[in-house]
Each structure stands twice: as structure tokens, then as C-alpha cells.
């Protein structure tokens, strides 16, 4: 394992290809979710913490179901089951064994389930990780990192949007403005701001 390469997934899924802000995946959660950073925090936890043993799972299941079985074309389908059932996993154990957390959690885990993120980060590291001739289990050690910094990255960009639209609320905008209008002028400006990392040679 390289560690110039973990240093090149990192800086490249935090901020050259930020999967909100580049790649334009999970908008549903980025609008909804951001107008408390408590909230957009939250969310981004979980997503980290779905991403990763999501990205293990599906690894899991692509290099030792599908391929051996010849049916890697059925790979999308199966990934979109794995993830449901693991969120679904995820909540029943929460809500039985801590209340609480389940709680303070609230929507946001079930919100996960249709984030087309998590899907995005399985489907990009098979097809990065997973050529022929390279290392099965190398492939799955870089999954799990990719996923866990594509999830840092998720949460970076929640907390800065929370950020932002907790401040104008205190600003002057107009009433055809408030809201969802002025949300997406700032998601447009961010976006606009984290392509300017795409200059980066690594």
C-alpha cells in the first residue's frame, strides 16, 4: 500500500472531486439537511460511517460473488440491495440498543438509503480498484479508504453550506430569495470555488 496514493485519494475526494460539489450526487440530502450544522454534522457522520462499511461490503460481494459467478452486469442492482438492507440493519440496531442516538438521528439515517452518493462511491471504486491484474485485496483496502474520505468530503461540504445558510439568516435577502432560491446560489458558488482545486497535479 502506497501511501502517496492514500495522500492522493484524499486531497482528490475532499476536495477535487467532492462528490456534492464536483460530481453534483446527493443534493437531496446537501439542501435538506443544511440549514443547522448540528443537523448537516449529524448527516455527515453517519454518511461516513455508511460509506465506508458500505464500500466493504459491496467489494466484498463484487470479488467474491459476482465475479466468480459471471454475473458483474447484475452489480448496480445488487449494491443498491446491500446498501438499503445495511442502512435498515443499521437503524434497527440504533433503535433497539440506543434510543437516543436513534433520536437524535432521527430521518437522517433512512435519508441515506437514497443517497445516491453511497452508490456513486461503490460504483467508482470497482471500477477504479477492480481492473484486471490488480490485487483483490488491495482493492478492497483502497475502497474502504476512498469511501472514507469521499465521506469526509460529503461532510465538508454540509458543514460550510450549514455554515453559510445559518449566517443568512441574519442577512437582508429578499423574500423571493429566502430559502431553497438562495441555497442553490450558494451551492453554485461553492461548487464554482471547489473547481478551482481541479488545477491540482498529483
Not at 90 to 118: D, F, H, Q, W
Not at 119 to 147: K, T
Request: charged share 10%; proline share 4%.
Amino acid at each position: 500500500m502506497e501511501i502517496s496514493r492514500i495522500i492522493s485519494i484524499a486531497i482528490s475526494m475532499v476536495f477535487i472531486n467532492n462528490f456534492i460539489l464536483s460530481k453534483f450526487l446527493g443534493l437531496c440530502p446537501f439542501l435538506g439537511v443544511s440549514r443547522r450544522t448540528q443537523a448537516a454534522f449529524s448527516m455527515g457522520i453517519a454518511v461516513i460511517f455508511v460509506m465506508v462499511f458500505s464500500a466493504l461490503l459491496t467489494s466484498l460481494i463484487y470479488a467474491f460473488v459476482l465475479v466468480p459467478l459471471n454475473i458483474v452486469y447484475l452489480r448496480t442492482i445488487f449494491f443498491i440491495l446491500i446498501i438499503a438492507a445495511f442502512v435498515q440493519l443499521i437503524e434497527m440496531v440504533i433503535r433497539k440498543k440506543s434510543p437516543a442516538l436513534y433520536k437524535a438521528l432521527g430521518i437522517y439515517l433512512p435519508l441515506i438509503t437514497t443517497n445516491c452518493a453511497v452508490l456513486g462511491v461503490a460504483i467508482l471504486n470497482i471500477n477504479e480498484f477492480f481492473v484486471p491484474g490488480a490485487p483483490v485485496y488491495a482493492g478492497i483496502l483502497y475502497s474502504i479508504i476512498q469511501a472514507f474520505f469521499a465521506g469526509i468530503g460529503f461532510c465538508v461540504a454540509l458543514l460550510l453550506m450549514s455554515g453559510i445558510r445559518e449566517r443568512l439568516e441574519f442577512t437582508d435577502t429578499p423574500i423571493s430569495m429566502k430559502g431553497i432560491p438562495v441555497a442553490f446560489i450558494v451551492a453554485a458558488i461553492m461548487s464554482l470555488a471547489f473547481m478551482g482545486f481541479s488545477g491540482f497535479k498529483l
